[in-house]
């Protein structure tokens, strides 16, 4: 049980650092309030599962290579830009006091996945992270083993996941419009400035 709680405490620790999903999270959070906050949050982790179990059994490596690496960075560069601008524009149109819709339920949890799951950063995080672990526990503790530590680090991931989207939603239910509006300004530049490190990151592989 030991073993297990120290996975967890490591799965929260792995989603804690400021990352595009995180920046989406409170971008949602703060305009829609928890749901939407949360199920970004559950679309990024069925994406992470998806890359720990490939990690798993071994089938991840193809991930890894230069083409699959440039398309991923220049997918993940398009989404996040555009996800940025349509925000600071949403922000504008609140600002004008026109109204603004909001999305569906089933909206932020396909945004969650797809900007995990298009990610490079969380393809080469998982590789590099997870495939240590991987490495490691089957010859100190066998197979069995292994599953169970990678269920801690899910299950800190989803302890990060609700904590984040309860973080930004608070902004959304007792922060006052000035608040609202700069957060949301700075997750939606947030967002902007992580998509420009993405085509930077594609325009490097393209050159070398």
Known sequence: MNAFLTYV??????????GP???AQLEKGVRFGFLHAWLVGVGAMIADLFYMLLIYFGIAHFLDTPFMKTFLWLFGCFV????????LKSLKLSKSGEMRESP?????????FFMALTSPLTILFWLGIYGSILAQSP???????ALWHSLGIFVGLMIWDIAMALFASSFHRFGNPLIL???????????ILFGLYFGYQALLMLAG
């Open 21 to 23: 999903v995180n920046a």
């Open 80 to 87: 996040l830009l555009y996800t940025g601008i349509v925000s």
């Open 139 to 145: 010859q100190s503790h066998g197979h069995g083993q």
């Open 104 to 112: 569906s339920e089933m909206s932020s949890f396909r945004f969650g």
């Open 181 to 191: 509006q700069i957060t949301s300004l700075l997750a939606g530049i947030s967002l």
């Open 9 to 18: 405490v490591l799965g929260i620790s792995l989603s804690a650092p400021v």
